[in-house]
């Protein structure tokens, strides 16, 4: 049986630390009504541990939507035409799977 990746508790995007903090989803869901969030001020993303705990793919959609949102501030992408926000996306997602290998490990066995 395979050992069950965790998520890392941050990953690196250009010279920030963005941590991934999992809180309990009465208050992910029912208090902020969400399933995650960005916060650029504190360099966090805050995920329905929930839903990670379960896992598969919409663990991973959930943490990869919460990562773009994290582009999108770093790039200051608000305004930019199409081609330039999925330019910068795909450069820095590609960033973000080169530089954080405990979070591309986690992915990909979420995905299997």
């Known amino acids: 049986m395979t050992k069950k990746v965790e998520l890392p508790e941050f990953i690196r995007l250009s010279h920030y630390r963005i941590t991934l903090e999992q809180i309990p989803s009465e ?19 805050y995920l329905d541990q929930d839903i990670i705990a379960q896992g598969g793919s919409i663990a991973v959609d ?12 770093v790039r200051q992408l608000d305004g930019k035409g199409e081609e330039d926000v ?23 066995q979420n995905l299997n």
């Open 62 to 73: 959930l943490v990869k939507h919460e990562i773009l949102h994290a582009i999108y501030y």
């Open 86 to 108: 999925v330019n910068s996306m795909a450069t820095h997602y590609t960033e973000i799977e080169k530089n954080n290998p405990d979070y591309v490990r986690w992915k990909l």
């Open 27 to 45: 208050i992910s869901e029912e208090c902020a009504e969400q399933q995650g969030s960005f916060h650029s001020r504190t360099m966090r993303i």
